[in-house]
């Protein structure tokens, strides 16, 4: 049995509270984002800077590191009074190649998004048939591939043989390897665009569409002023996700032609990997000068990225 | 199989040593032995598990540990393992491919192992295991490089193993006559041009100028160099090479031959077990030594070596170097080589060759006409980078020869890059 005080209490009506609780609403979000941080900080940000320390020196990635400044960028990018790193031109003309073509699979996802978003029946199945190469590994998409264009047996050839052309090598060609690659990589990245945008059509809104087709918009009208201007988040997201995929192409090089032949179809993430990591690779500096240069590529999208969605945030308030 | 294939094996080792386990029990070595071991396709595996787990049951109280990496996997994992916690005992290659550990100083110096009177039966592959002056690891297994041909075509038109470039000419003259091509290869993982290289450029300039030349020391655009590739030249022009080799790895290059499409591979006698895989018979198949081009060098041949090293940081360094004379016993390299086990050749002169046709003859000439000398291969002989452009460089060159001017320019850029 409890005992009330006979003269009431002076003390605050309140206990003093500990500077957490005071805090709480400022700093929880912070606790439940440190984790993040500190891994963002120690796998990503903190590496980017040790490329770039790595990337003024010659090391054979074992014994002592010797400074020797810029002369890995010299010799790369052919700076001063020295040439061009010839596999650096090529691995960048693909780079380059990648990027252009990759962006192909953004309008093929549409189409094939529009097409499956019918209401037919089986159209679920159709849709289950386009989603798989996504499902696939890269590494697995490869290896299908290279024998599809395998120069014998392949069903490329037999293809082509069928309507009289000649048979062709493709992964064996310095000048159409590249095509053949990315046609590999457009396969999956396809399917991807494609799950986006219908995702996206899913969200379209059906009162809009009635309101244009009262107003006798249909066709391809229909589809440029009233179904894209909609689409436009998935739109973005499928630019940003096919720019990322084309710069760090690197399994399916890997896999079809391990950079071959004759180091045609090398880019910059594989030349990175095969000078500094891959079975002959002792030179981490020069590696990492290709890391540098690649990082400052793909900063110049991400960049745009980060802008334009910033954009979006404001015209949304 | 598997299992059979190691015990039977681990009985043949154990009844070899008993007799002079009694010495090598006397050191009573203690503590762990780790092992790490890149001998990962089945057969090899079976090997390396046998000879830890003898060693094991040799040293009572030694506890052996043994790990297995994948073997090309390994490539790139060594430089970790050696860094960080290294192990006691390594897989890898003889000559310059182990030259950026030793440079590192991860490779422990055992001069003193090769200095006992019993690595005396080993003194065919010291030079190979020599860098600075000193020995870095030791020998177990090796074997011979040459062309393995199809006797039975051979014999169908009329064919007898070429023994000079005239001969070798003409045989692929009516071997091409008839729609056959003289060579399957494939170049996609670019080392089975480089095995080209080497026969025609030592075949050509001598054993001598083919390691002055992996050193760096003569140049590319050297005409006797470009006298190389124009032997080789005279070979492609023809069409005796199976056409998109650039597509193929080596083991998918093999149909060619086992269909009769392609007559003849220059390849390691390891081709042989994937050969008779392919259904062809001893009597199909036979091999003959790499033909001679210029009858004033003498024979120099592919012969590369596989290895044994210890770590600088290993942590039980006895029980290591003790591991290292156990793998080059003569008993223990017999049995290791064996048909039942690795099918390769034993490097103690004191070991005992399996009864296998094709090991009798590559041991044959081996030790009785490479008079010249004994190389690594392509990529062990010469620096890391130079080989990975080298080789690149030789398979543009055996499916674009008109490139051959840019090419030499492109390797001569970066030896002076290299050795300078």
Same mark, same amino acid.
């Given at each position: ?47 980017? $800077? ?5 990337s003024?020196?010659e090391? #054979? ?7 020797v400044?810029t002369a890995n960028y010299e010799r790369l990018l052919g700076w001063g009074d020295a040439n061009v790193d010839r596999k650096f031109s090529v691995s960048f003309w693909n780079n ?25 029946? $089986? ?40 309507? $009289? ?51 006798? @918009? ?15 988040? @998935? ?15 690197? #399994? ?7 950079g071959?032949?004759f180091g045609s179809?090398r880019v910059l993430s594989f030349y990175m990997f095969e000078e500094s990591?891959? +079975?002959?690779g002792?030179r981490?500096g020069y590696g990492a000068a290709i890391a540098v240069v690649l ?12 802008? @334009? ?9 | ?86 192990? #006691? ?18 490779? @422990?110096?055992? =001069? ?55 001969? +070798? ?49 003569? +140049? ?40 009769? +499409? ?55 360094? #006895? ?47 081996? =030790? ?17 980078e130079?080989?990975s452009v080298?080789?690149e460089g ?12 840019d090419?030499?320019m492109r390797l001569e850029e970066t030896r002076q890059r290299i050795?300078?």
């Amino acid at each position: 049995m409890s005992v009330s005080p006979a003269v009431p209490s002076t003390h605050a009506s309140r206990p003093q509270r500990g500077w957490y609780k005071r805090n709480e609403i400022a700093i929880t979000p912070w606790l439940f984002l440190l984790p993040a941080m500190i891994f963002f900080a120690v796998y990503v940000i903190i590496p980017i $800077g040790q490329s770039f320390w790595i990337s003024l020196h010659e090391w #054979d990635g074992l014994g002592e590191k010797t400074w020797v400044g810029t002369a890995n960028y010299e010799r790369l990018l052919g700076w001063g009074d020295a040439n061009v790193d010839r596999k650096f031109s090529v691995s960048f003309w693909n780079n380059l190649k990648w990027l252009v073509l990759y962006l192909l699979a953004i309008p093929a996802g549409l189409f094939i998004a529009l097409f499956l978003n019918q209401t037919v029946t $089986g159209i679920r199945f159709y849709k289950s048939m386009f989603f798989f190469p996504f499902v696939i590994s890269q590494v697995v998409v490869g290896l299908v591939f290279s024998w599809f264009y395998l120069p014998r047996e392949g069903l490329l050839n037999a293809i082509l043989g069928f309507f $009289g052309a000649g048979p062709i090598n493709v992964l064996g060609d310095p000048t159409l390897a590249t095509y053949g690659i990315i046609a590999a990589g457009l396969w999956p990245q396809t399917a991807y665009c494609m799950i986006l945008y219908l995702t996206g059509l899913n969200a379209v809104d059906p009162e809009q569409v009635e309101a244009a087709r009262l107003d006798g @918009a249909k066709g391809h009208k229909m589809l440029w002023y009233v179904i894209l201007p909609q689409l436009k988040p @998935a739109t973005f997201i499928a630019f940003v996700v096919t720019i990322i995929g084309a710069l760090r192409s690197f #399994d399916l090089i890997s896999v079809m032609t391990n950079g071959g032949p004759f180091g045609s179809t090398r880019v910059l993430s594989f030349y990175m990997f095969e000078e500094s990591l891959s +079975e002959f690779g002792f030179r981490m500096g020069y590696g990492a000068a290709i890391a540098v240069v690649l990082f400052f590529i793909m900063l110049g999208f991400i960049t745009y990225f980060l802008y @334009a969605m910033y954009q979006d945030e404001k015209g949304a308030h | 199989m598997h299992s059979i294939l190691k015990t039977s094996l681990a009985a043949l080792v154990a009844a070899g040593i008993t007799a002079s386990s009694a010495a090598a029990d006397a050191h009573g070595l203690s503590g762990e032995l780790n092992i790490i071991s890149d001998m990962s396709n089945p057969a090899p595996r079976a090997v390396m598990e046998g000879l830890a787990a003898d060693f094991d049951a040799l040293h009572p109280n030694l506890e052996v540990n043994l790990t297995i990496v994948d073997r090309e996997a390994w490539k790139t994992q060594i430089r970790n393992a050696l860094g960080a916690n290294p192990p #006691d005992v390594v897989n890898w290659y003889a000559a310059n491919r182990m030259r950026p550990y030793v440079d590192a100083g991860l490779f @422990a110096d055992i =001069s003193d192992l090769w200095a006992e009177p019993e690595f005396e039966a080993l003194a065919s592959t010291k030079g190979a295991m020599t860098l600075d002056g000193a020995q870095w690891g030791v020998p177990y297994t090796y074997y011979q490089w040459g062309v393995y041909y199809r006797k039975d075509i051979f014999d169908q038109y009329g064919l007898s193993e070429p023994t000079n470039w005239e001969e +070798e000419m003409a045989n692929c003259q009516t071997l091409l006559d008839n729609g056959v091509k003289c060579y399957t290869i494939g170049t996609k993982f670019l080392w089975t041009a480089g095995g080209w290289f080497d026969y025609i450029n030592s075949r050509t300039n001598g054993y001598d100028f083919h390691m002055a030349l992996a050193r760096g020391e003569v +140049e590319w655009t050297d005409d006797r160099v470009r006298q190389t590739f124009a032997n080789w030249r005279q070979l492609i022009d023809m069409g005796a090479f199976i056409d998109d080799h650039q597509t193929y790895s080596w083991q998918e290059a093999l149909p060619f031959m086992v269909n009769g +499409e392609a007559a003849a591979y220059l390849m390691g006698n390891f081709a042989v077990a994937a050969m008779r895989d392919g259904g062809l018979t001893d009597d199909q198949l036979d091999f003959y030594q790499f033909p001679m081009i210029n009858p004033d060098v003498d024979y120099a041949e592919d012969a590369p070596t596989d290895t044994f090293h210890i770590p600088a940081g290993a942590q039980n360094m #006895d029980a290591a170097k003790e591991f290292l004379r156990y793998v080059t016993s003569a008993d223990v390299q017999t049995a290791i080589n064996g048909g039942d086990a690795l099918g390769q050749l034993p490097v103690n002169a004191n070991a005992s060759i399996d009864a296998d046709k094709f090991l009798e003859q590559g041991f044959d000439m081996l =030790s009785n006409n490479a008079g010249g000398g004994i190389m690594q291969f392509f990529d062990r002989d010469f620096d890391a980078e130079m080989a990975s452009v080298g080789m690149e460089g030789l398979q543009e060159f055996m499916v674009f020869p008109d490139n051959l001017d840019d090419i030499l320019m492109r390797l001569e850029e970066t030896r002076q890059r290299i050795y300078n």
